[in-house]
């Protein structure tokens, strides 16, 4: 069964693939290496012994998305990963984002929507729930007004998925809610990337740890959490990853209780960022270089998932601690940068 994988060669997608090819799925990826290299790639066919199919192609060329469809009929399953994720490039250029966010989407279920069935998963993020007003965060929590541009482009990206599952009876979409994405493939073949100063904080750690950074800068110790730090919930790439097979295979055995859902992906668990640093410290047995300064503009106090729902439907569960993922972590920035 065929599966296009669009942002595949990226953090989150390129483990998804190689669930995927894992399972025994065909995969074809599109990518346009805005965020990501061909060499990772290499690093799927290092671990699954299979080469997938790749198309360099930018989804905002709405020709070209058409052309491509029409030489892959047969692909039966979309996962759409491909997308701009910086929040504050998000601020910086708005028309950017919801272009390349919303624009490629569009395109994507306009030519879904031709077919006489498919299966389609959005990345979407727990960011669409802002400041929850009770933890663990239920799906069925308020959607609060965008803090950006970028979170904008999911809260926008969910309805455009509803509405047009609404009167397209043969798709069939499921928008997963990540949490904090972490990790790499414990074989450290594929890993997270950043371009530039990493904005997020586990790369930002590994890199510190690695020498790359001279010091990490938490972000506020008087928040009214256990330690004063913020809490989130990080969720292990390959457990994220996992989440997507279980969800197109919801999707396509016709398991969906309704053609548009949607589900958190994370632990249920939630750390601060001091804890965060105590479980690199401890897999590392290096001591990392930090100092608390001002909080993050933007910054929310706390955000963890109930993955209630997800276990239950999907059949689901995080399976690693965070000391797992951030071993994985910290195996893959060494690998890197020896
Ligand atoms: N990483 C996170 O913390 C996080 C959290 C919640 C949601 N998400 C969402 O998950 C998805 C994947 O995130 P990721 O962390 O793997 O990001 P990533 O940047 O590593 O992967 C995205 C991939 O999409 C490609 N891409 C971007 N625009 C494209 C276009 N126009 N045409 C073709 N390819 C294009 C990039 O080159 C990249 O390889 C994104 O939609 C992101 O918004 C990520
Ligand atoms: O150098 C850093 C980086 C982060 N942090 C702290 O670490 C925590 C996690 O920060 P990240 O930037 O890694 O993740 P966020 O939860 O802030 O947000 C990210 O994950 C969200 C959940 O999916 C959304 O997708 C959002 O768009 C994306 O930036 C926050 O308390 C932040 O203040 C630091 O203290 N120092």
């Known amino acids: ?49 299979k ?3 790749f198309e360099k192609i ?4 709405r020709s070209k998305v058409e052309e491509f469809f029409k030489r892959h009929q047969d692909i039966e399953g979309v996962i759409h990963f491909a997308a701009s994720k910086a929040v504050g490039e998000s601020v910086e250029k708005p028309l950017l984002y919801y272009e390349n966010n919303i624009g490629t ?45 970028y979170g904008n482009t999911k809260q926008i990206g969910e309805e455009i998925i509803r509405d047009t599952c609404k009167v397209t009876p043969g798709l069939n979409a ?11 493939h414990p074989s450290s073949e594929i890993g997270e990337l950043p371009i530039g100063v990493p904005q997020n904080l586990v790369p930002f750690i590994t890199q510190t740890g690695v020498g790359l950074r001279e010091q990490l800068s938490v972000f506020g110790d008087d928040y009214p959490t256990s330690d004063g730090t913020c809490v989130r919930d990080y969720i292990y790439v390959v457990d994220l990853a996992k989440a997507h097979v279980v969800a197109l295979q919801r999707l ?6 309704d053609n548009y859902e949607v589900f ?43 993955t209630t729902i997800a276990n239950k439907e999907l059949g689901w569960k995080a399976q690693y601690t965070l000391d797992q993922a951030m071993k994985s972590a910290w195996d893959w920035e060494q690998k890197i940068r020896s």
Not at 252 to 257: A, E
């Open 105 to 149: 989407l569009v395109y994507m279920l306009k030519e879904l929507s031709k077919k006489n069935s498919a299966s389609f998963i959005f990345s979407s993020s727990c960011t669409v729930y802002g400041q929850a007003d009770t933890m663990p965060i239920t799906e069925n929590a308020p959607v609060k007004p965008a803090e950006s541009p």
């Open 1 to 49: 069964m065929k599966i296009l994988v669009t942002g595949g060669l990226g953090f989150i997608g390129s483990h998804t693939v190689v669930e995927l090819q894992n399972e025994g799925y065909e995969v074809v990826i599109i990518d346009d290496c805005s965020n990501a290299d061909e060499k990772v790639l290499d690093g799927i066919t290092a671990i699954t012994g």
């Open 174 to 184: 499921i928008a997963l809610r990540y949490f904090n994405p972490m990790g790499a």
């Open 51 to 53: 080469k997938p199919v």
């Open 252 to 257: 396509l055995g016709g398991k969906n209780k």
């Open 264 to 306: 958190n992906v994370g632990t249920g668990k939630g750390s601060t960022v001091l804890e965060v640093i105590k479980s690199f410290e401890k897999v590392s047995g290096r001591k990392l270089n930090y100092k608390i300064v001002d909080r993050r503009p933007g910054d929310i106090t706390s955000a963890y998932a109930d």
């Open 58 to 61: 930018d989804l905002k060329e």
